[in-house]
């Protein structure tokens, strides 16, 4: 692949995640976490559709992880890395202003570039030039926070062929928890920074800029014009060109948005190893104006269990009732960081430490996810016989032109190098620690 198209697929990716697990909500059930800036902008029937209720509900959670299980017995460990970055750090309500759309075109693969270029014509050259020096500050702990993910990965895969170390009878939950609290404190630190910069300049922002911003409906693409290319593309590397985008896309989300819509999240948002992005965006890579689909999380997991025998199908219906009361904690952290982290548009200082922490009990939380749906889809995937394995094969519907990955969020590269990961079935630790967010 060339740098050219690499570049075009890592910023394809940051809006190519459509809501899994959400596909068919409840539509007469008021929200209770609908964001207040919905109430006034034309597009509550969205709103109405799309809430953390919504997303922690046993049905969108259950289609979820059927999905997810139907990627993960179907795929291989390239497909598991795929992740679209706009996943990492996202406390600044970019997912909610995508998922209510009054146009519907939140996961047009046009839509974070259109905001981002609107957002990015309000802003000064000066300001601009931080979110620049922001990118190339983060470029190498955004690069980290991908390659973090690779030994999970590669347990979760070992924990479903059986390769198991010598005195392991399977993977370790404290150990899975501990990881992912690690590469979740790197998540903490990059949104800090992130909040840190673009909330200076929120608050800085003149009397005309809000002027122009106003102009631009959170949750309703119809009202922003297209603009041109802001930046000179050759002046920067592609990962640092994603990284300006993404950061004006989420500075407008954050700015125009809420709370609520900070602390909202999709269904798959947790336990992100095991495919379903790279089984559901990966064929929006390279297609221009391409939009991804919001029925094939649903109609798949349903499929997916259908398929499957009482004994395997129950291993994947009791997850949501056991991942109710971390989920719960899910939420409950996840604004907790969102409200410390939106004292820098007041021109206050969030708690850096206070954020850190957070971040490290959120990962804890998701390891714990994690390893529920690792071990449910090893005993389901050892146990399916030849019959459902042609099944589940013939639902994955493969293009042979799509990448093959491995991924470092959507861009393809050569097989990583990946430490010994007997330290996840709790034997030895690991060989490398992660080194200590800056201070």
Same mark, same amino acid.
């Given at each position: 692949?060339?740098?050219?198209?690499?570049?075009?697929?890592?910023?394809?990716?940051?809006?190519?995640?459509?809501?899994?697990?959400?596909?068919?909500?409840?539509?007469?059930?008021?929200?209770?976490?609908?964001?207040?800036?919905?109430?006034?902008?034309?597009?509550?029937?969205?709103?109405?559709?799309?809430?953390?209720?919504?997303?922690?509900?046993?049905?969108?959670?259950?289609?979820?992880?059927?999905?997810?299980?139907?990627?993960?017995?179907?795929?291989?460990?390239?497909?598991?890395?795929?992740?679209?970055?706009?996943?990492?750090?996202?406390?600044?309500?970019?997912?909610?202003?995508?998922?209510?759309?009054?146009?519907?075109?939140?996961?047009?693969?046009?839509?974070?570039?259109?905001?981002?270029?609107?957002?990015?014509?309000?802003?000064?050259?000066?300001?601009?030039? *931080?979110?620049? @020096? %922001? !990118? +190339?500050?983060?470029?190498? $702990?955004? /690069?980290?926070?991908?390659?973090?993910?690779?030994? #999970?990965?590669?347990?979760?895969?070992?924990?479903?062929?059986?390769?198991?170390?010598?005195?392991?009878?399977?993977?370790?939950?404290?150990?899975?928890?501990?990881?992912?609290?690690?590469?979740?404190?790197?998540?903490?630190?990059?949104?800090?920074?992130?909040?840190?910069?673009?909330?200076?300049?929120?608050?800085?922002?003149?009397?005309? *800029?809000?002027? @122009? %911003? !106003? +102009?631009?409906?959170?949750? $309703?693409? /119809?009202?922003?014009?297209?603009?041109?290319?802001? #930046?000179?593309?050759?002046?920067?590397?592609?990962?640092?060109?994603?990284?300006?985008?993404?950061?004006?896309?989420?500075?407008?989300?954050?700015?125009?948005?809420?709370?609520?819509?900070?602390?909202?999240?999709?269904?798959?948002?947790?336990?992100?190893?095991?495919?379903?992005?790279?089984?559901?965006?990966?064929?929006?890579?390279?297609? *221009?104006?391409?939009?991804?689909?919001?029925?094939?999380?649903? $109609?798949?997991?349903?499929?997916?269990?259908?398929?499957?025998?009482?004994?395997?199908?129950?291993?994947?219906?009791?997850?949501?009732?056991?991942?109710?009361?971390?989920?719960?904690?899910?939420?409950?952290?996840?604004?907790?960081?969102?409200?410390?982290?939106?004292?820098?548009?007041?021109?206050?200082?969030?708690?850096?430490?206070?954020?850190?922490?957070?971040?490290?009990?959120?990962?804890?939380?998701?390891?714990?996810?994690?390893?529920?749906?690792?071990?449910?889809?090893?005993?389901?995937?050892?146990?399916?016989?030849?019959?459902?394995?042609?099944?589940?094969?013939?639902?994955?519907?493969?293009?042979?032109?799509?990448?093959?990955?491995?991924?470092?969020?959507?861009?393809?590269?050569?097989?990583?190098?990946?430490?010994?990961?007997?330290?996840?079935?709790?034997?030895?630790?690991?060989?490398?620690?992660?080194?200590?967010?800056?201070?």
């Amino acid at each position: 692949m060339t740098t050219k198209r690499i570049a075009f697929a890592l910023t394809l990716a940051l809006c190519a995640c459509a809501a899994l697990g959400q596909d068919r909500p409840p539509q007469n059930r008021p929200p209770r976490d609908r964001p207040r800036d919905q109430q006034a902008t034309g597009n509550a029937g969205n709103a109405q559709r799309y809430s953390i209720e919504q997303a922690i509900s046993d049905n969108a959670q259950l289609h979820t992880i059927a999905f997810d299980a139907l990627a993960f017995l179907t795929g291989d460990f390239a497909m598991d890395t795929f992740l679209p970055p706009g996943k990492v750090s996202d406390y600044f309500g970019f997912q909610y202003m995508r998922d209510i759309d009054a146009k519907e075109g939140g996961h047009n693969t046009s839509f974070l570039t259109r905001i981002a270029f609107n957002m990015l014509a309000v802003l000064n050259d000066d300001q601009k030039a *931080q979110l620049l @020096a %922001l !990118a +190339k500050q983060q470029e190498s $702990d955004i /690069r980290r926070f991908a390659e973090m993910r690779f030994p #999970l990965i590669n347990a979760f895969r070992r924990n479903l062929q059986g390769d198991l170390p010598a005195g392991s009878k399977g993977l370790d939950k404290a150990a899975v928890a501990k990881a992912s609290a690690d590469l979740y404190e790197l998540d903490g630190l990059l949104a800090y920074q992130r909040a840190k910069v673009m909330g200076e300049i929120i608050h800085g922002l003149s009397a005309d *800029q809000k002027a @122009a %911003l !106003a +102009k631009l409906k959170f949750g $309703d693409s /119809r009202t922003w014009p297209d603009q041109s290319e802001q #930046l000179d593309k050759r002046s920067m590397s592609h990962e640092v060109n994603v990284a300006v985008m993404t950061y004006a896309s989420e500075m407008f989300a954050w700015y125009a948005g809420s709370l609520e819509a900070d602390t909202y999240f999709c269904p798959e948002r947790h336990g992100m190893y095991f495919g379903g992005f790279g089984m559901k965006t990966a064929p929006a890579m390279g297609k *221009q104006d391409y939009s991804i689909s919001t029925s094939l999380t649903g $109609d798949s997991g349903q499929a997916f269990l259908a398929t499957l025998n009482d004994s395997q199908r129950k291993l994947i219906t009791s997850l949501p009732d056991l991942q109710r009361k971390d989920l719960a904690e899910i939420v409950t952290t996840r604004r907790a960081l969102a409200t410390e982290l939106r004292r820098f548009q007041k021109g206050e200082t969030a708690d850096k430490d206070k954020v850190l922490a957070l971040s490290r009990r959120y990962g804890e939380l998701d390891g714990e996810m994690s390893y529920l749906y690792a071990t449910a889809f090893a005993k389901v995937g050892q146990t399916l016989t030849a019959e459902q394995k042609a099944k589940l094969s013939a639902m994955r519907k493969v293009d042979p032109s799509e990448p093959k990955g491995p991924f470092l969020y959507s861009a393809p590269i050569q097989m990583p190098q990946i430490e010994n990961t007997d330290y996840l079935f709790g034997v030895g630790q690991s060989a490398s620690q992660p080194a200590a967010p800056a201070k």
